[in-house]
């Protein structure tokens, strides 16, 4: 009975030791050494938005879809300069306003044989005159704010001055490509 | 009586006796009064008032600033007190792709009652210097943080519908060696 009072009593001391030395090291270890005040800046937060577009084919605009393919007779049967137009509509679903920018993939973008211009505003009722497309991007219509839709129409013009052996066969299989970029006034 | 008391009292009385012969009274001895006056300590605070942020920003994109200004008021007394006044953006959390392409940057407008001075090679710190380092007159001057997502930060859809608290964010006045 004495021995295991002696024994508490020894290690006593040793466990009162151990909690000091870890108070001292909390207090030594203290990233502000010296005076040191603060003031509080008034809490705020900073929250980024989104830029998200969306593509569909016609009037109607797609909340979500990021591709889109024209109907394969839109373009089907074409004769020496003629010109066909389709309607095509961009979605603005994110946050932030941006501009649309078109270009056509680079084969495409160097035919002879069929060009390529696209205005804002649907087919039935264009609101500008087409900006004829090409490899580089180019900015088409006015800016397109977050949580609304615009429409533009894509005229494919076939060359009158097409050979003559082009007939019956793909003169172009393009792809337009639509760039939403930032817009900032 | 048991064995360990009587222990305790012998080794009370061993006690008295050292007291005894180890006393200062002994013989003759003086004093003298050394009248070395008060140690005053100085004082070290800041205090911001009236700050507000400029704009209201519901969904940050590139390009996008707000600016938080405040009057700053700073007691620095103390012969040889050196301090310096800071923020601290590393004290700020949120998404890591938001938080890479922030800014935040502290400038400081007219100063009265001393200097702060931007230090050479530390962003967004300032030495500050009383004109008059005995008394608690304060320094004061309006500083604005400035919180920038520049519109070059990113590219694509990098940082998108992320956040950032700036609530760990505060003027900060550190003594300094």
């Known amino acids: 009975m004495r021995e295991r009072q002696a024994r508490r009593s020894l290690m006593l001391p040793a466990l009162l030791t151990a909690s000091i030395a870890l108070v001292a090291g909390i207090s030594v270890g203290g990233s502000y050494a010296l005076w040191n005040g603060g003031a509080?800046?008034?809490?705020t937060e900073v929250r980024s938005g989104t830029l998200t577009a969306t593509v569909a084919v016609g009037d109607t605009g797609s909340p979500?879809?990021?591709?889109?393919?024209?109907?394969?007779a839109a373009f089907d049967g074409m004769l020496p300069g003629e010109a066909r137009s389709e309607t095509l509509t961009v979605g603005n679903t994110g946050t932030t306003t941006f501009l649309v920018a078109a270009?056509?993939?680079?084969?495409?973008?160097?035919?002879?044989?069929?060009?390529?211009?696209?205005?804002?505003?649907?087919?039935?009722?264009?609101?500008?005159?087409?900006?004829?497309?090409?490899?580089?991007?180019?900015?088409?219509?006015?800016?397109l704010t977050g949580a609304t839709f615009s429409s533009y129409c894509l005229t494919v013009t076939l060359d009158p001055e097409v050979p003559a052996d082009a007939a019956g066969t793909t003169v172009a299989d393009f792809t337009l490509i639509l760039d939403a970029n930032q817009y900032r006034p | 009586m048991n064995r360990l008391t009587k222990g305790l009292i012998a080794g009370g009385a061993g006690l008295a006796l050292l007291i005894g012969s180890a006393g200062t009274l002994a013989l003759w001895n003086d004093a003298a009064t050394l009248d070395a006056g008060a140690v005053d300590s100085g004082v070290l605070t800041v205090n911001a008032t009236g700050g507000t942020w400029d704009n209201t920003i519901t969904a940050w994109s590139p390009g996008d600033t707000a600016t938080y200004t405040a009057d700053v008021s700073i007691v620095a007394q103390g012969d040889n007190l050196h301090s310096q006044l800071s923020i601290d953006p590393s004290s700020i959390t949120g998404d890591p792709e938001l938080l890479a392409a922030l800014q935040i940057t502290m400038s400081v407008g007219t100063t009265s009652g001393g200097t702060l001075t931007p230090v050479a090679g530390q962003s967004n710190t300032f030495d500050v210097v009383s004109a008059t380092p005995t008394t608690t007159a304060p320094i004061t001057a309006p500083v604005t943080v400035t919180v920038t997502f520049p519109a070059d930060s990113v590219t694509g859809t990098v940082a998108q519908a992320q956040s950032v608290q700036l609530s760990g964010l505060q003027f900060l006045l550190q003594q300094t060696p």
């Open chain 1, 40 to 43: 509080p800046i008034s809490e």
């Open chain 1, 64 to 72: 979500t879809a990021t591709s889109a393919a024209f109907d394969p």
């Open chain 1, 103 to 143: 270009s056509l993939d680079a084969t495409s973008a160097g035919s002879a044989a069929v060009s390529w211009a696209l205005a804002p505003g649907s087919c039935a009722a264009p609101a500008a005159a087409g900006v004829q497309l090409g490899a580089a991007p180019q900015n088409i219509g006015g800016p």
